[in-house]
């Protein structure tokens, strides 16, 4: 089974770029990595999704090695409403094909 | 803004009560997810459907969880009996996949049932 790895905790203060990294053996070779948020009491929110090298939107950028062996959501400038829970989402290389999210990084945005 | 959503959000019950969530996937999504979130366990995969059929349930307690899609529009998951250790927001989330180990990655959530079991 795929296990993912995350900081538990991350700390930044607002204006600051803030880089979250997420480590996965055993992810599907055909399949892409994808990043939610979540906020207390809500479910969780699609944030970015990629397949390799880099990925950017309007909220975040998405860094992914050619080995696809970790993944990195960089947040731009954050501000205090970036305070949450970020989450990456990868499927299980075995036959299974299992969506398994990592454990999170809880991120504390300082003003 | 396309919506899943999930009955009941709050229930408080006493051990041994049969519990049923319910959830309404997005419209045109044909995969369904049934999450469990707990503090020690994070978000834990209990079941999910596609096309309404289901393709894993390995992640359920099967002697008492139960989890059905009785039409496109309706998926259940239901508990019976229910213990202390059931306490958990279930999350159901709904995807458009267009394969089974491509797409469907993009999931959308449902705001999740609180469940507490006394």
């Known amino acids: 089974l795929a296990k993912t790895t995350q900081p538990i905790s991350m700390d930044s203060y607002e204006g600051q770029e803030v880089n979250i990294t997420c480590s996965h053996n055993?992810?599907?070779?055909?399949?892409?990595i994808t990043w939610y948020q979540q906020f207390p009491s809500q479910g969780p929110r699609f944030i970015i999704q990629?397949?390799?090298t880099k990925v950017t939107n309007e909220v975040a950028s998405l860094f992914i090695p050619a080995d696809r062996k970790s993944s990195t959501l960089s947040l731009p400038r954050v501000s205090l409403s970036d305070t949450a829970v970020y989450y990456c989402l990868v499927r299980d290389g075995s036959n299974t094909g299992k969506l398994i999210f990592g454990q999170g990084t809880t991120l504390q945005v300082k003003p | 803004d396309a919506r899943v959503t999930q009955t009941p959000r709050h229930k408080v019950t006493e051990m041994g009560q049969e519990v049923t969530m319910r959830c309404q996937p997005i419209?045109?999504?044909?995969?369904v997810f049934w999450y469990r979130q707990t503090m020690m366990q994070g978000l834990e995969l209990l079941a999910y459907f596609r096309n309404r059929a289901p393709l894993d349930d390995s992640g359920m307690p099967k002697d008492r969880f139960s989890a059905e899609m009785p039409d496109a529009t309706l998926a259940t998951l239901k508990i019976q009996p229910s213990e202390p250790r059931d306490s958990a927001v279930y999350f159901c989330?709904?995807?458009?996949?267009?394969?089974?180990?491509?797409?469907?990655?993009?999931?959308?959530f449902g705001a999740g049932s609180r469940l507490t079991v006394l």
């Open positions: 055993n992810i599907a070779t055909n399949d892409y």
């Open positions: 990629g397949y390799k």
């Open positions: 989330a709904s995807a458009r996949g267009t394969g089974f180990f491509s797409g469907a990655n993009v999931l959308t």
């Open positions: 419209l045109g999504h044909n995969t």
